[in-house]
């Protein structure tokens, strides 16, 4: 997985319409994190990795630009659960808003990022029996939301054990389906590209395991 797509540039506000027009040195300060690039600026642009590593970043590449909204960071977790054996491994995909998913959520104040993901899956698939086993890593994605602001979403992923067999997906969340599945399908199914990416690593480290005990 590929855990760092973004970069961030603080900027000022007499700088935006000559970026939009020309876009950015790529010489100029980036950070690997929104929260270092806020303590230079209120203003904060962010730009995709790949177009810095290609040496040029066009208007395009920056993502809250046009027209400019505040990036703000959001912390979540999610699980993905396992049962089989190494070899026959099965997962759980739930179904929200016409697209295959898995199941997480953003972190509560004072909550911790295992505990996060704990609860969500507990909403989320409508069962108590929910057991962190390990880390799997984080993913990050960014997209537009309300009030003008462009969202950095970091996701924390652990390997989960449960002993339900099916599930009550939860309506308020618009989640109208949660399935046993075989990995290999589930890695098709799942609509989202990091997603995929998230459970083919999750396969692999289960099986250097060898198992989730």
Not at 74 to 95: K, Y
Not at 161 to 179: C, G, L, M, V, Y
Not at 188 to 203: D, G, Y
């Amino acid at each position: 997985m590929r855990s760092r797509p973004y970069l961030f540039v603080p900027v000022k506000k007499i700088e935006l319409k000559e970026i939009e027009r020309e876009g950015l040195d790529v010489k100029r300060a980036m950070y690997p994190s929104l929260k270092k690039a806020n303590a230079k600026s209120r203003r904060v642009l962010i730009v995709k990795r790949r177009a810095v590593e290609k040496g040029e970043v066009r208007p395009e590449d920056i993502l809250n630009l046009r027209p400019y909204r505040r990036a703000v960071s959001v912390a979540a977790g999610g699980g993905v659960l396992f049962r089989g054996p190494v070899g026959e491994l099965e997962t759980v995909l739930i179904f929200r808003r016409g697209k295959w998913d898995i199941a997480k959520g953003k972190r509560d104040r004072g909550e911790s990022n295992r505990d996060c993901a704990v609860r969500e899956l507990q909403e989320e698939l409508g069962v108590e029996d929910i057991r962190p086993v390990w880390k799997i890593g984080k993913t990050i994605h960014a997209y537009r939301a309300r009030r003008r602001r462009y969202v950095v979403k970091t996701t924390h992923w652990y390997a989960m054990k449960t002993s339900a067999e099916t599930f009550t997906p939860q309506a308020k969340e618009r989640i109208t389906d949660a399935r046993w599945l075989p990995m290999a399908e589930a890695i098709k199914m799942v609509h989202f590209k990091v997603l995929r990416k998230l459970l083919k690593e999750a396969r692999r480290q289960v099986r250097a395991a060898g198992s989730l005990n």
